[in-house]
């Protein structure tokens, strides 16, 4: 039962932008300590009923399909010039369409300037805290999202995309693989029902059994009474009073009619394009820059994980797209070990993707006999996904382009990127080992598919220890303007090879006991 809280558009609020990984889980945890919350969701409430198990049906409802523009050398730009991020527009936030893969960060990967020394060209920095500091809050969040292999929580069975990815890894001689952890429950938990392993999947979960925010926290804040969710609401200035402190929130409902809810406290949590968009959109004579923005860190350092695709080809039917479509990871090379040419490490993952995607995404552009092959193979394929740490860099960054519009007459994101010399020579590594993964079980065939719009946007609003490093400090709050947060991926300092999520939550659950206790003692 939705129980509906009403906050006056002239009480000052705790204001949360974005109800995704970060936002969501901010909510749910504020709205439990009994601090009620406003929600600010640009998207809208769609139910797990409501998910098409069609891919690209799917995709054109959930996904942020707003213009963007796109520069730099990386490929994404020339394939897909207005879509450099495949992120969603709803309810949940990307945590709808995402698989549910839940590494954590190892200690030296908040450490990476101290580990790794200094790379030319790379915009490295330890992080302000410590897997240390975070390890409590990852146990918070695994039994938040149910991750399998953690606490007890038994692993999904295997599938065969996995059996042939885990045989490839046996003979490579990789010793660490299994089938998570993974946060879509093996059996009934936390009210959640177990998988139907029907492969549906980043087309949204209809059985519920994949955690994401809009099952998890968003119902759970709304049963509080605290929580005064507004979907289809879109935040497009966060105003501040005479002493620099953010007192309102400007925001666009369906119909394009602006409102202005007054806040004590503004949490941003748009992902890491939205979230650098909104602080240089609330430039203001005080701020000429944009809000937070006084290190001019606001917006660079996008990161977006080194990416890339490997599919190999047998004799005999695989079936991939059967069963939990990212249930399988190597770690073995997640290490940092500079011998193999590169800082930082990586993961490999089992993927599948639809035939209408993989055409799509297999190689952009091409097309005759060998693409046709490719296809012709479907079921005979089996495929991984690679995801490493990519590094910092300035210049990859997020700005305002202010020649192309949206429907609002807002200026667009432009996302920048250039690959890192050390994220070309990791992805050509981590290539090869895919490959001989494969090769290991007898693949007839084997191709490499380029990094396509990015599913792991981070670190555009960094934390810092020092202020001109950064835009955040540990707790995520802003080292300008001390009644403002920044709660999700854009606080990454570095991006780990682990994929964000758990990070995210984590994060989320640590901001809100700091910010509940630093409203309660008066200390924001
Ligand atoms: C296909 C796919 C698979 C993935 N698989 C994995 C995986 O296995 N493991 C993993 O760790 N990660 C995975 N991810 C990534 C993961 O989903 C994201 O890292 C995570 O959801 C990011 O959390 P966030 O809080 O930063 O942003 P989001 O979850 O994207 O939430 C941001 C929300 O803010 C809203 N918003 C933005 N701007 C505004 C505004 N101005 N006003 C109001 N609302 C706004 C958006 O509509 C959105 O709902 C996957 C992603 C995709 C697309």
Request: glycine residues 10%; contains cysteine; charged residues 20%.
């Amino acid at each position: 039962m939705r129980a509906v809280a009403r906050i006056d558009h002239n009480d000052e609020a705790i204001v949360i932008i974005g109800s995704g990984a970060g936002g969501g889980t901010l909510a749910y945890e504020l709205t439990a300590k009994g601090l009620p919350v406003v929600v600010l969701e640009a998207g809208p409430y769609l139910r797990n009923e409501d998910y098409v198990n069609l891919e690209w049906e799917a995709f054109n409802q959930m996904a942020w399909l707003d213009p963007r523009t796109t520069s730099g050398s990386w490929r994404v730009s020339r394939d897909f010039p207005n879509l450099p991020a495949w992120i969603v527009k709803a309810v949940g936030g990307t945590t709808t369409h995402w698989s549910g893969a839940t590494p954590r960060f190892k200690a030296h990967e908040f450490k990476a300037r101290s580990t790794y020394g200094r790379v030319d060209g790379a915009n490295l920095l330890d992080w302000p805290l410590t897997l240390e500091d975070l390890a409590p809050y990852y146990d918070r969040a695994e039994k938040a999202m149910g991750s399998t292999h953690r606490h007890g929580r038994p692993a999904l069975p295997a599938n065969n995309n996995y059996k042939v990815f885990a045989g490839g890894a046996e003979r490579a001689g990789y010793r660490h693989y299994a089938t998570g952890p993974y946060a879509t429950n093996a059996e009934p938990y936390d009210g959640r029902p177990a998988s139907v392993q029907d492969g549906f999947n980043f087309q949204g979960d209809k059985n519920g059994s994949k955690w994401s925010t809009m099952v998890r926290e968003i119902p759970r804040a709304e049963k509080t009474g605290l929580l005064d969710l507004r979907p289809e609401s879109q935040a497009v200035q966060i105003t501040h009073d005479s002493n620099g402190r953010a007192d309102a929130v400007v925001y666009l409902d369906a119909d394009g009619n602006l409102h202005r809810q007054a806040a004590k406290v503004v949490c941003v949590a748009g992902n890491s394009i939205e979230t650098p968009r909104l602080l240089l959109m609330s430039a203001s004579a005080q701020y000429p820059d944009g809000l937070a923005n006084s290190s001019g860190q606001v917006g660079r350092n996008y990161m977006r994980h080194l990416t890339g695709s490997v599919y190999g080809q047998f004799e005999k039917p695989v079936r991939m797209y059967r069963g939990e479509t990212m249930a399988g990871l190597i770690a073995d090379e997640s290490v940092h070990d500079p011998s193999r040419g590169f800082v930082g490490g990586f993961y490999m993952e089992t993927i599948s993707l639809g035939p209408a995607f993989l055409a799509s995404f297999i190689d952009p552009g091409a097309w005759g006999k060998e693409f046709a092959q490719r296809i012709d193979a479907y079921a005979r394929t089996a495929g991984m996904w690679i995801v490493g740490e990519d590094m910092p860099q300035e210049s990859n960054r997020v700005t305002l382009n202010t020649s192309v519009e949206d429907a609002f007459g807002l200026p667009v994101p432009n996302v920048h990127v250039d690959d890192h010399a050390n994220d070309e020579a990791m992805r050509e590594y981590a290539y090869a080992a895919g490959e001989r993964v494969y090769r290991e079980v007898g693949a007839v065939g084997t191709h490499r598919t380029p990094p396509y719009p990015s599913t792991h946007n981070l670190g555009t609003c960094r934390m810092s220890e020092r202020p001109e490093d950064g835009v955040v400090d540990r707790w995520g709050r802003a080292h300008d303007v001390p009644n403002l947060f920044v709660s999700d991926g854009s606080q990454f300092t570095t991006g780990a090879a682990a994929n964000p999520t758990l990070t995210i939550v984590a994060l989320a659950i640590r901001q809100a006991e700091y910010l509940a206790d630093q409203l309660a003692t008066g200390g924001v």
